[in-house]
């Protein structure tokens, strides 16, 4: 923020106040250099045989848990913003209290029980941990959604039909980018949320960086522990900074 | 500016009442789609599923053949009674007759799996076992569902709404208790852990207790801090924000590193029960969790406290310890309640995960189960965790309104 107050000072400066880019940075260099860390984690580990994860490789797992992350996130903005609009409008308005009650009673369910039970259902892999993520990451979006739009001031709703926008152009271009920082800031928490449960799908059996801390927590093997908690530490802190930059931006 | 937007309201409000006047003339949409998923789910999906042992996978067996037929006439009327109510005008009263008619729904459906599950140990023995399928989930929760909604509308008040809560959980309880339900998987897979399973709710309590013994002193302090030093605020939030944003396994996982060097370099913490593994790493990652909505709640629950107040308090000659703990305090309470009640039921959820360092808790027979592919101990588990978390939701939200009962809104 302060970077954007201050832009003539140049290139490092610029960067410096941006926690994002080094976050992100970080992240990227650990999934570089890891593979390289035997020496590393041997002198760290002594007593471990084999102190390195390596029965998939940090890419495949950072690019698998994201890609679990982000198709259940498209979905999740598609419909949790849509469901959103749907309930605050005339035709949906009688869905709105019960929706309200779901999200609300939903939201307390521990997203583990919620990607647990998800397994009797679909089975073991990586499909009952999108569905989870996409049943658990609804929430937020909805009731952020609607307390967005619910919240947008009558003064600009009204001035919006005085000069005569139809319903769908009004909610386009006055009550949608109005209700946007709250909306975000929903997405934001079901994302990373999402991170997080993403984490512990290795233990229904997807493939995401959560894989070596739960191989490492069974196998008493605490180097996989570390590396596993490193990365998607880095990766949840990054993504959660990255939300941070766009809020900026929106103001 | 408040007295032009409250102007500027008053039309938007009427235009509100308004809508909902008309809606509620007409049929209830949502009940009747409920209602329409039911009867969707009875006709196509099992009502149980059943497997000649516990591992196997089930087959889907539905309504009408899984219960005798007075049992299914019995579901199958209720069900149609739900649409009536969906349909009639609306009010109180059809509120009261959903409420009622979807509480009698959902013991009828529970006793119908309970009786389904008799039927087939006194045909294939008491190994065979019976699951719960699609069609028992989709009554349930809809019926549940429903019976939420209408109390909602019927008595808005926490303390109402627990009080039919309890009653409606005590009837299952004694179906349960009464042994109707006892062959079903999920009660064989209770039984054969029920000397343990005791111990693993009060050991998620006592983690949760725990972590809010230290969260809460800490988090109030930071809390205070934030009010009393605005240009701490930034990088305070933002520190405990970065803890609550890395995954909770992460964190535990961090812990065990440092933990069981600690107890390597000093022995005696071993006997104390701290190391690597286990309640300490399991306790100080949740109470890291639990800073953040603590600090937060308590920032913003004094802050709520209005300025004259303060200045009157002052003018009493009150100091400031005493403002903060007869004035602010006592007037930030019902936010420092409901900051309390996030803190319970986030830190309730993240305790399951804690069972995979060790720490116990109802995160294990979830874990075991998925270890074992066996999926009604998954269930236990999980319906266990999410009940524990929807008691304590409903306990503090209770709390919370009596706090508020009496005060001017």
Redesign the interface.
């Given at each position: 923020m302060s970077a954007r107050a201050l832009p003539s000072t140049g290139g490092i400066h610029h960067l410096a106040g941006r926690p994002a880019i080094w976050a992100t940075l970080a992240f990227l260099a650990a999934l570089a250099l890891l593979p390289f860390s035997d020496p590393l984690f041997h002198a760290l580990f002594p007593e471990l045989q084999r102190p390195l994860y390596t029965r998939a490789s940090f890419v495949d797992l950072a690019l698998s848990h994201a890609a679990l992350v982000g198709v259940a996130s498209l979905v999740v903005v598609s419909v949790g913003i849509g469901v959103g609009i749907f309930v605050t409008r005339p035709a949906g308005r009688d869905f709105a209290g019960p929706v309200d009650t779901l999200t609300a009673v939903g939201q307390t369910f521990p997203p583990t029980a919620v990607l647990a039970l998800a397994v009797p259902v679909i089975g073991y892999g990586g499909a009952p941990t999108v569905i989870a993520l996409i049943a658990y990451g609804l929430l937020p979006v909805v009731s952020a959604t609607i307390a967005g739009l619910n919240a947008v001031p009558v003064a600009p709703v009204q001035a919006a039909d005085g000069i005569g926008l139809s319903p769908a152009g009004r909610l386009l271009k006055v009550e949608l980018p109005l209700a946007a920082p709250v909306i975000l800031s929903g997405v934001r928490t079901s994302v990373i949320l999402n991170i997080g449960t993403a984490t512990i799908g290795s233990t229904v059996g997807a493939l995401t960086l959560g894989s070596p801390i739960i191989e490492g927590l069974s196998g008493s093997n605490p180097a996989y522990v570390l590396q596993g908690a490193i990365l998607v530490g880095l990766f949840a802190i990054a993504t959660d900074l990255w939300f941070d930059e766009l809020e900026h931006a929106l103001h | 500016m408040t007295l032009a937007?409250d102007a500027?309201?008053a039309?938007?409000v009427e235009a509100s009442l308004a809508?909902?006047k008309d809606?509620e003339a007409?049929a209830?949409?949502?009940l009747v789609l409920i209602v329409t998923g039911m009867v969707v789910a009875l006709g196509s999906l099992g009502f149980v599923a059943v497997a000649p042992n516990r591992i196997l996978s089930g087959k889907a067996v539905p309504l009408w053949s899984a219960v005798e037929p007075g049992s299914a006439l019995l579901v199958g009327a209720l069900v149609v009674a739900l649409g009536v109510a969906a349909l009639v005008r609306s009010g109180p009263w059809r509120d009261r007759m959903t409420a009622i008619v979807a509480a009698a729904l959902l013991i009828a459906c529970v006793a119908a799996a309970g009786h389904a599950g008799s039927l087939v140990a006194a045909d294939s023995g008491p190994i065979a076992r019976t699951?719960l399928g699609?069609a028992f989930w989709i009554v349930a929760a809809g019926s549940a569902?429903a019976l939420?909604?209408a109390t909602?509308?019927l008595a808005p008040h926490p303390l109402a709404q627990a009080a039919i809560a309890a009653a409606v959980v005590s009837l299952l309880a004694a179906l349960a208790f009464s042994g109707a339900l006892s062959d079903l998987s999920l009660a064989r897979e209770f039984a054969n852990r029920q000397s343990v399973y005791g111990a693993e709710v009060v050991r998620h309590m006592a983690l949760v207790g725990g972590a809010l013994a230290g969260a809460l002193p800490i988090g109030g302090v930071l809390g205070v801090v934030a009010l009393r030093r605005p240009g701490w605020r930034k990088p305070l939030f933002g520190t405990l924000?970065?803890v609550?944003?890395?995954?909770?396994?992460?964190?535990f996982?961090?812990l065990?590193?440092p933990l069981?060097a600690l107890a390597g370099a000093a022995p005696f913490l071993r006997t104390l029960g701290i190391g690597?593994i286990g309640a300490a790493p399991a306790v100080i990652a949740l109470t890291l969790y639990g800073l953040l909505p603590i600090a937060r709640g308590t920032f913003t629950g004094l802050a709520s406290v209005p300025e004259p107040v303060i200045d009157a308090a002052r003018g009493m000659g009150l100091d400031e310890r005493q403002i903060l703990w007869k004035v602010s305090i006592p007037l930030a309470l019902p936010i420092l309640v409901a900051a309390l009640r996030v803190v319970v039921?986030q830190l309730?959820?993240?305790t399951?995960?804690a069972a995979?360092?060790g720490a116990g808790g109802l995160?294990s027979f979830?874990?075991q189960?998925?270890g074992q592919?066996a999926?009604d101990l998954?269930?236990l588990?999980?319906?266990s965790?999410?009940v524990l978390?929807?008691i304590?939701?409903l306990a503090l939200r209770s709390l919370g309104a009596v706090l508020t009962s009496g005060r001017p809104s």
């Open positions: - | 937007s500027a309201l039309p938007a809508r909902r809606a007409r209830n949409p949502l699951s699609a569902f939420a909604d909602g509308r924000n970065l609550q944003t890395i995954p909770s396994i992460a964190i996982g961090l065990i590193g069981s690597g039921v309730t959820g993240l399951v995960v995979l360092i995160g979830i874990f189960g998925l592919t999926t998954i269930l588990g999980a319906l965790a999410i978390a929807l304590a939701d």
